[in-house]
Every structure is written in C-alpha cells, then in structure tokens.
C-alpha cells in the first residue's frame, strides 16, 4: 500500500531517527492526507470479523505454520 508509507512524500522514519528527504518525495502531502482520511473512513466502515470465525481462521494459520510451514495449502 504505497499511499500509507510518509516516505513518499519526504519523510524518512527508522527506530528514533526522523529525517525530511525532499529527493524521496513523490506525491504531495495533500494527496498523501487525502487518500489517508479516505483510508480511514473505509477501514472503519468494514464490520469487524465475526469471533468464531476469527477464531478459525487463527487456528488454520497456526495449523498450516506449525504442519510444513507452507500456509497457501491451508487456503
């Protein structure tokens, strides 16, 4: 998901260290908070996963990870 990265649009964030790179830029910071807010907004208006089903999926995950470590045969 390129549009949630801050690094294209200059800023450049490791562990502690911050730094404004104008080189790294590539959209301008409207479009970047545009598309966030947008982002947003659809992220929230998903309904959350039902508990058992959650549940299942965990389960499968941890079968095909624990079984040969390949978790596209589970899927």
Aim: hydrophobic share 35%; charged share 40%.
């Amino acid at each position: 998901m390129i549009l949630a990265n801050e690094i294209y649009v200059g800023k450049y964030k490791v562990a502690q260290f911050e730094e404004e790179v104008p080189e790294y830029r590539i959209i301008p910071d409207q479009l970047f908070d545009d598309v966030a807010q947008v982002r947003y907004r659809f992220q929230n208006s998903k309904p959350r996963m039902k508990r058992d089903r959650k549940e299942r999926k965990a389960e499968r995950v941890l079968k095909a990870y624990q079984g040969n470590g390949d978790i596209n045969d589970e899927f």
